[in-house]
């Protein structure tokens, strides 16, 4: 396994946004990263996630859009991932997941940080779409935050967690309806995403998100040093 770097700036080519559909395994990587580098995860969906525990009014909207399996308004989306990346914490560095989503997003934020030296770098997970769905109507969560897949990962005892015996729980935006709700959406409007950052090639690549979780980091690590050292991507 890859020694951790010191320092993620003397590795980094710029901030990093995981792209990939529903299921890809974009998280499973951002912590991975997250970890190793010692920057942080922003995830949209987490974000989303705590304004629905906590019932705020963005809370609210979210709730009904995710269950249908469409997205935030732009604006909305925006204006939370500004507030999260004003936080100390992304001084460093950070990994986008599941933002940008919509080419609206992607330009909002090339905007946002054309004043900084190093924009964002954009790493796309492909995974085949078969893969893709049982990896999403197979997920189970527990209350402690452990997850399973009844197809790949299952529990020892059926719906219950090994760690504390919990009740495994399947998210109301994990059901087969809602793939096919978030897949069409995807490619109406993420994959303009992924051709903007295709077209700008030094901020750009691809990895195979079907092979074993520690291949596609070790994969990832390659893709970020071969686009530090991009003549675009140059101090």
């Known amino acids: 396994m890859p020694h951790p770097l010191p320092n993620a700036s003397d590795f980094l080519p710029g901030p990093v946004l995981m792209l990939g559909a529903p299921g890809a395994g974009k998280g499973t990587q951002?912590?991975?990263?997250?970890?190793?580098?010692?920057?942080?995860?922003?995830?949209?969906?987490?974000?989303?996630?705590?304004?629905?525990?906590?019932?705020?009014?963005?809370?609210?909207?979210?709730?009904?859009?995710?269950?249908?399996?469409?997205?935030?308004?732009?604006?909305?989306?925006?204006?939370?991932?500004?507030?999260?990346?004003?936080?100390?914490?992304?001084?460093?560095?950070?990994?986008?997941d599941g933002f940008p989503r919509t080419l609206n997003q992607a330009e909002w934020l090339d905007t946002k940080l054309v004043a900084y030296m190093l924009p964002v770098v954009a790493i796309c997970i492909n995974v085949d779409r078969d893969v893709l769905l049982k990896r999403i109507t197979g997920r189970r969560m527990s209350t402690n935050g452990c997850i399973y897949n009844i197809y790949t990962h299952p529990p020892k005892v059926d719906g219950i967690c090994d760690v504390d015996g919990s009740k495994l729980e399947q998210r109301a935006d994990d059901t087969e309806a809602v793939f096919h709700e978030r897949m069409k959406a995807f490619h109406q409007k993420t994959s303009a995403v992924i051709e903007y950052y295709r077209s700008h090639g030094g901020r750009f690549a691809e990895v195979n998100g079907d092979a074993p979780v520690e291949d596609v980091t070790h994969n990832i690590r390659k893709a970020l040093l071969a686009l530090r050292h991009h003549p675009d991507n140059s101090e």
Request: no cysteine; proline share 4%; hydrophobic share 40%.
């Open 30 to 96: 951002a912590q991975l990263l997250m970890a190793e580098f010692g920057i942080p995860q922003i995830s949209t969906g987490d974000l989303l996630r705590q304004h629905r525990r906590d019932h705020t009014s963005l809370g609210l909207l979210a709730e009904g859009l995710m269950k249908k399996g469409e997205f935030v308004p732009d604006d909305l989306v925006n204006e939370m991932v500004s507030e999260r990346l004003a936080e100390p914490d992304t001084e460093h560095g950070y990994i986008l």
